[in-house]
């Protein structure tokens, strides 16, 4: 369209001139260059002033000034250049353009310094033209860039968060399931011994299973809700110190002897924080009834105290040698571990801020210690 703009403006002017033919062909020939401008920038621009010294030429040759209003396609070459291949090809194109002023002063044998100065001021309109659009090709390019980095933050945002919550639900389910199947598994064992020898006992040990799947049931219902819901809940389950109480009868029913003892205020910290000191003390006490052998004690303690809640489970399990609660190794008294489980609780410390140490104690047994932070306004 633009070349046919000139080659129309050129048409419109062949009018008066005393050489049509000549004219008529350099009108229908400089507009070409322009067709293929931004597809090839230097080549258009090369050619353009190519014709322009070329009519110069052959304007003195016959004698007639050939000059046509599409030679105006220089500055539009200019342009191109400064904007879509860069400045320092401007520079030399200008240097060009400098050789073919002087160059048509010189064959015309006249004062053009009138063409000279409006030929300046076009150059420099259409240089700051190109300027001004390739600052806004820059400044779009960096918002584009930007708007790019942007939504990938927030894909690797939302990824995280699905990852996270994902881990979060695995850590319930497997602190949930761990636990019911341990106590079930022994229970169920002990019924099958007694259930000749002692009726009574294994009466009581199916009523602690019984007991035992429902209380896990209504666990996975809970946990289960959270992936049929777009949003958790807002508050969490608040254990406290009836649930650690039901915790441990529940352990001892199965047959494991544990001493419960609790200090300071742990009815009143945040729900997540319980239910932390909940799953922790939970799978300490099923590692103990799963690994710790036969005729094993445990002890927890649970302090609130100075903005921190202590976690501490101990026991005198009696495993075989060699045998170890490191995770993935083989388990005791025929009941297998994931090995999940220091690993879940490890986890849940650091998403609560606090610290957790497992390992054996010098005199025997195993140990778990966990230190949770409250925060400040939980604390007060």
């Avoid at 029913?253 to 729900?271: F, K, N, Q």
């Avoid at 009941?335 to 054996?360: C, D, F, N, P, Y």
Wanted: aromatic letters at 4%; one cysteine or more.
């Amino acid at each position: 369209m633009l070349a046919g703009v000139l080659l129309i403006a050129d048409l419109l002017s062949v009018g008066g001139k005393r050489n049509i033919a000549a004219y008529v062909v350099v009108a229908v020939l400089i507009p070409l260059p322009v067709i293929v401008r931004r597809r090839y920038p230097r080549t258009s621009a090369g050619m353009l002033l190519g014709l322009a010294i070329l009519t110069s030429v052959a304007g003195r040759a016959v004698g007639e000034n050939l000059q046509t209003p599409a030679l105006g396609a220089v500055g539009i070459a200019l342009y191109t250049l400064v904007a879509y291949v860069g400045r320092r090809e401007g520079l030399i194109y200008l240097v060009g353009l400098a050789v073919d002023a002087a160059l048509a002063d010189v064959l015309e044998r006249e004062s053009v310094s009138m063409t000279i100065a409006i030929l300046t001021l076009f150059y420099a309109l259409c240089w700051t033209l190109a300027e001004f659009l390739g600052a806004r090709h820059a400044y779009d390019a960096e918002v584009a860039a930007r708007l790019a980095v942007a939504d990938y933050d927030r894909e690797r945002g939302a990824h995280e968060a699905v990852s996270a919550e994902r881990t979060r639900i695995a850590r319930e389910l497997h602190d949930i399931v761990a636990h019911a199947v341990s106590v079930i598994v022994v229970q169920a064992d002990g019924a099958r011994y007694a259930l000749r020898s002692d009726p009574d006992v294994a009466e009581q040990a199916l009523g602690t299973i019984a007991g035992t799947g429902r209380d896990a049931l209504r666990e996975l219902r809970r946990t289960v809700a959270l992936l049929r819901t777009d949003h958790a809940p807002e508050e969490l389950p608040q254990h406290g110190t009836a649930g650690l109480a039901r915790l441990v009868a529940m352990v001892r029913s199965a047959g494991l002897a544990v001493e419960l003892e609790l200090s300071g205020e742990l009815d009143g910290i945040a729900p997540e924080v319980s239910l932390g000191v909940h799953r922790i003390v939970q799978e300490s006490l099923t590692n103990t009834l799963r690994h710790a052998g036969p005729d094993s004690r445990a002890w927890v303690r649970v302090h609130s105290r100075d903005g921190e809640v202590l976690v501490e489970v101990t026991d005198l399990g009696h495993a075989a040698a060699g045998v170890t609660l490191v995770p993935g190794t083989a388990a005791r008294n025929g009941i297998t571990g994931s090995g999940l489980g220091l690993v879940g609780m490890r986890e849940r410390v650091a998403v609560l801020g606090g610290s957790l140490e497992a390992g054996h104690r010098p005199e025997g047994g195993w140990r778990v210690h966990a230190t949770i932070p409250l925060s400040r306004d939980l604390a007060d």
